[in-house]
């Protein structure tokens, strides 16, 4: 599932966010799921992962008795404030006050398509990151495509 553009909604009194119709038509429940799981990203904005996705993810991660201390600082800041969002028949979602405010988002909040995920932001932040993201557009393309061909390659049972 891929997730792209931007959206302007309303946040209504109760706390209700409704997913916009043209990504409600891009989720499959078979895939995807018919829920989302709130997150607070590294980025200061709050993501929306279809459930499935976040669950498959989340499962991915290596189970051990014996963690990182990296893999425990990891799941003690996702996974105790991460809520399960039910969208209800109107394509809404009860997004929890708490992490609305730490996130600094007010009554409009910004949609964002960020590939496997949605991102939401106070839009007043969001234009103002955009106009720094943007001033710095080709140095983040050139970062962005070194850092690709810098991954590292699995080895091939020849090489082990």
């Excluded at 409704?18 to 993501?47: H, M, V």
């Excluded at 809404?92 to 939401?120: C, F, N, T, Y």
């Amino acid at each position: 599932m891929l997730f792209t553009g931007e959206y302007e909604y309303t946040i209504d009194a109760k706390g209700r966010l409704a997913i916009p119709a043209e990504i409600r038509s891009w989720l499959d429940p078979q895939k995807g799921g018919c829920g989302f799981y709130i997150t607070a990203g590294p980025n200061d904005a709050l993501w929306l992962w279809p459930e499935r996705t976040f669950e498959r993810i989340a499962g991915a991660i290596e189970e051990s008795l014996l963690q990182t201390e990296e893999q425990i600082e990891f799941d003690e800041i996702t996974f105790p404030s991460a809520r399960h969002l039910e969208m209800d028949k109107s394509g809404r979602v009860l997004l929890p006050q708490k992490m609305i405010e730490a996130a600094g988002i007010g009554s409009k909040v910004m949609i964002l398509g960020m590939r496997d995920h949605l991102e939401l932001r106070d839009p007043a932040q969001w234009e103002k990151r955009q106009k720094e993201k943007l001033e710095k557009k080709s140095k983040i393309f050139y970062r962005a495509r070194q850092a690709q061909f810098e991954k590292p390659k699995p080895q091939s049972d020849f090489e082990k």
